[in-house]
């Protein structure tokens, strides 16, 4: 085989793996708007192909099942988040994890607010899909995500405390408090947008909440007991 030859081959496969890449986009730009518009149980994977100018085929490609694809579609924009809260557990010593931990939430709703992709895969996980049986991989999903997030913000709120020195009662029920906290903001916020503004209504609950635990801000901020 030539250098040319090597070349060409390389350039094909280079094309073949962006082509594949395109397509897989497409599937999940269709699904998104499809999930939104009719739901996700009234969507089918037929109607996923038809929007994004494929085929059936082209979904069982890159997908094993409507569940595989409703949880890539949900990462896509999911995934930067989680990782922001969940992150690395030590970092640099530079950020007290309550600050990390505020601002990683605070960034969510952010982003929920601001992103409209982001705002329209939210609507589509909180109000326009069904835990049926095809789906059962998306609620194992949704609920390994929420153990990571609940176990990270405990994490978060007992590191507080002790660099507070406030003795924190019921870590583990405060975390699923401050969580359901801000979930709760996001499904009514998206209820009705207009209602009010989920960022700065999500600072002031959260700051309200901590400070009702004793954290504040700023390390030796809270009350000590």
């Known amino acids: 085989m030539t250098a040319s030859d090597r070349r060409n081959r390389k350039n094909m ?5 962006e082509e594949a890449l395109a ?3 497409r599937l999940l730009d269709g ?3 499809l999930f939104q518009a009719k739901g996700v149980s009234r969507t089918s994977l037929h109607d996923i192909a038809q929007a994004a100018g494929t085929t059936r085929g082209a979904i069982y490609w890159h997908f094993k099942d409507k569940a595989d694809l409703f949880n890539a579609m949900m990462e896509r924009v999911t995934l930067p988040m989680e990782n922001a809260l969940l992150g690395d557990e030590d970092g640099d010593g530079s950020t ?3 600050t990390h931990m505020r601002m990683a939430l605070l960034n969510a709703l952010a982003r929920i607010a601001g992103d409209a992709q982001t705002r329209r895969v939210f609507e589509v996980v909180t109000h326009k899909v069904e835990y049926v049986e095809e789906l059962s991989a998306v609620r194992e999903r949704h609920l390994s995500v929420r153990g990571e997030c609940l176990a990270r913000i405990q994490q978060d709120l007992r590191r507080a405390a002790t660099a507070r020195g406030v003795r924190l009662r019921h870590p583990a029920l405060a975390a699923r408090g401050l969580h359901a906290l801000i ?3 996001i499904q009514n916020w998206l209820l009705d947008p207009d209602a009010f503004d989920l960022v700065t209504t999500g600072k002031q609950s959260m700051d309200l909440y901590l400070s009702g635990l004793g954290l504040s801000d700023t390390p030796g901020g809270g009350d000590r007991r």
């Open 31 to 33: 699904a998104e708007m």
């Open 23 to 25: 397509t897989r986009n």
């Open 96 to 98: 007290d994890s309550l």
């Open 183 to 185: 979930d709760g903001l």
């Open 13 to 17: 496969a280079r094309r073949t793996k």
